[in-house]
């Protein structure tokens, strides 16, 4: 098993900054992706970013220029840096890894809200 730890989530006006981070730890063989969907009430839970152990990233086109996905390999960390924040980024934040040998997990989520 897996366990993902997230941190960082809070209430921020809009135009502020958030920080998100995200600790895995368990029994990890080697962690292939790890991203940051978010969902919010009614929706699908939807990509926010992802990066690869080799540094490749992908970010959903209305987060593209304000947040940054980072990643410490070593720590098995992944941190969400979010800047220039909108109502519309209110959401509840879900850290995801892909490990090789043991598949998908997903942690339990931290509330970002921001307000206008």
């Known amino acids: 098993q897996v366990q993902l730890v997230e941190s960082g989530g809070g209430l921020v006006q809009a135009g502020g900054s958030l920080r998100l981070s995200c600790a895995a730890s368990g029994s990890i063989f080697k962690i292939l992706v790890m991203g940051w969907y978010r969902q919010v009430p009614g929706k699908q839970r939807e990509l926010v ?35 220039s924040l909108k109502p519309e980024d209110t959401a509840v934040y879900y850290c995801t890894c892909k490990d090789l040998l043991r598949g998908d997990y997903w942690g339990q989520g931290t509330q970002v809200t921001v307000s206008s």
Request: proline share 0%; charged share 15%; no cysteine.
């Open 49 to 83: 970013a992802h990066i690869t152990s080799g540094g490749s990233t992908n970010y959903a086109d209305s987060v593209k220029g304000r947040f940054t996905i980072s990643r410490d390999n070593a720590q098995n960390t992944v941190y969400l840096q979010m800047n």
